[in-house]
């Protein structure tokens, strides 16, 4: 029998987490995350860590594990992970998104890089220390969550409203869309760490008219207004500001100080980053989505429509006012959807213990901290006063579209990406 290592129980883990189907569309009507959440209690109570499913509704499932530290003076470090994943349609897909494939050295499935990657990373890393009988110097809490790709009303929202004393004495935490590397042109491999994450502000915009006959003159249609309003709102140049996080990016990565006038032409020049980084040097407004309308010849009453604002940390009252603005008079919102901006500094033991980590098990790594253009469980989690990171540690091939990963077809994970990551996680828990 081959033996249990944190290498090969990743693989396994990440491979047995995706086949559970965990979909979430958002509605509450999907299979649910108590399959995934008994499973991973059984994994930890396999090494002794008593684990707790708290259900916020029918088989909405959070698990939450607590390892008591060998130092009880030390402030305790949460590693968290979601357990839901968004829908997917199999046909897209070169292997089915929920059989956990191996093929071509990676992990293939839905979950591969959103979320249930590190979801198995975090686990094989406590159970192989357990297994050994190294506990962590500070208390380390384990929080596997539902309903993040929703907005996490059913997960870690719910949670921090109804169980806030389950993270008493918490106050660092690290979670997912962070560390991993990202390859330059000189072969130089930065490790980006999430020390920022952008608003949400999913809005259902509203115009109401005059019904009546498409045939004859009318002059408040609420279509026409409604469309007038999106293309402005669509259109509109949102001006660039340079957050702490986004200079901080540009200084520790290339050793530049970044302006407003120069930051466009700076991301040009980034190659695969500039998608990611482009998106945080301002506000953005995209209509997804509008509906109107019931038969060519009638004139409808109502118009709506919905659209993904998100704001930069420091900037909701700005976006608001400015959205305003754009809609006009005769166009209402209201929110499907909204969440803060969040934003910390890369510095003190965690930032350190962090680089060091990855430094250990890639020599020449540079960890840099970067901005997320949407959002993670650190949004309700930062409610408690909790500091927190994107640090899910991955050394990735130069040439795989990572960040195309997310919610995209064929999601999938180098099985040597996996493997880093309990390396660096553990080396993590000694550092910090």
């Known amino acids: 029998m081959t033996a249990v290592t944190g290498e090969n129980d990743v693989v396994t883990l990440c491979q047995e987490l995706i086949r559970i189907d965990s979909?979430?569309?958002?509605?509450?009507?999907?299979?649910?995350?108590?399959?995934?959440?008994?499973?991973?209690?059984?994994?930890?109570?396999e090494v002794g860590i008593e684990a707790t499913i708290l259900e916020s509704d029918h088989k909405r499932a959070n698990v939450i594990a607590r390892i008591e530290g060998t130092n009880p003076g030390r402030e305790g470090l949460i590693l968290h992970g979601h357990l839901d994943v968004v829908?997917?349609?199999?046909?897209?897909?070169?292997?089915?998104?929920?059989?956990?494939?191996?093929?071509?050295?990676?992990?293939?499935g839905r979950g591969a890089v959103d979320m249930k990657d590190m979801d198995a990373m975090i686990l094989a890393t406590v159970r192989k220390r357990l297994r050994e009988g190294r506990r962590p110097e500070r208390d380390v809490l384990l929080i596997f969550t539902a309903d993040e790709e929703a907005g996490g009303s059913y997960g870690a929202q719910?949670?921090?409203?109804?169980?806030?004393?389950?993270?008493?004495?918490?106050?660092?935490?690290?979670?997912?869309?962070?560390?991993?590397?990202?390859?330059?042109?000189d072969d130089k491999r930065l490790y980006l760490i999430e020390a920022?994450?952008?608003?949400?502000?999913?809005?259902?915009?509203?115009?109401?008219?005059?019904?009546?006959?498409?045939?004859?003159?009318?002059?408040?249609n609420a279509i026409t207004e409604l469309s007038e309003a999106l293309a402005r709102l669509g259109r509109y140049e949102w001006p660039i500001r340079i957050t702490p996080t986004v200079s901080s990016f540009f200084k520790?990565?290339?050793?530049?100080?970044?302006?407003?006038?120069?930051?466009?032409?700076?991301?040009?020049?980034?190659g695969p980053l500039a998608r990611m980084i482009g998106a945080t040097l301002r506000n953005t407004t995209n209509p997804t989505m509008l509906e109107s309308g019931y038969k060519a010849n009638v004139i409808p009453q109502t118009a709506t429509a919905r659209v993904d604002g998100r704001f930069l940390p420091g900037q909701e009252e700005?976006?608001?006012q400015t959205v305003d603005e754009l809609l006009g008079p005769n166009v209402t919102r209201e929110f499907d959807y909204h969440d803060i901006a969040v934003e910390t500094?890369?510095?003190?033991?965690?930032?350190?213990?962090?680089?060091?980590a990855l430094e250990h098990e890639d020599p020449g790594a540079k960890a840099v901290p970067y901005m997320l253009s949407g959002g993670t469980d650190l949004k309700a989690f930062s409610r408690l006063g909790i500091r927190g990171f994107g640090f899910a540690p991955l050394k990735l091939p130069a040439d795989l579209d990572f960040s195309g990963m997310?919610?995209?077809?064929?999601?999938?994970?180098?099985?040597?990406?996996?493997?880093?990551?309990?390396?660096?996680?553990?080396?993590?828990?000694?550092?910090?």
């Open 23 to 45: 979909t979430n569309a958002g509605d509450n009507r999907g299979p649910g995350e108590r399959e995934a959440a008994e499973y991973v209690a059984a994994k930890l109570d």
């Open 252 to 270: 520790e990565a290339f050793d530049i100080e970044i302006e407003a006038e120069s930051a466009e032409a700076a991301v040009a020049k980034l």
């Open 158 to 185: 719910w949670l921090v409203d109804k169980h806030p004393h389950l993270f008493e004495g918490a106050t660092e935490a690290i979670g997912e869309v962070g560390g991993f590397s990202v390859t330059l042109a």
């Open 87 to 108: 829908p997917f349609r199999a046909e897209d897909w070169r292997h089915h998104p929920l059989s956990g494939e191996i093929a071509d050295g990676c992990v293939w």
């Open 406 to 432: 997310f919610h995209g077809v064929d999601e999938r994970v180098p099985v040597d990406s996996l493997q880093f990551g309990v390396r660096v996680l553990d080396r993590f828990l000694d550092f910090s």
């Open 345 to 356: 500094s890369f510095d003190g033991r965690l930032v350190k213990a962090m680089a060091d």
């Open 318 to 320: 700005e976006f608001f």
């Open 196 to 220: 920022a994450e952008k608003g949400i502000a999913w809005m259902k915009l509203t115009a109401t008219g005059r019904a009546g006959h498409g045939s004859m003159l009318n002059h408040e």
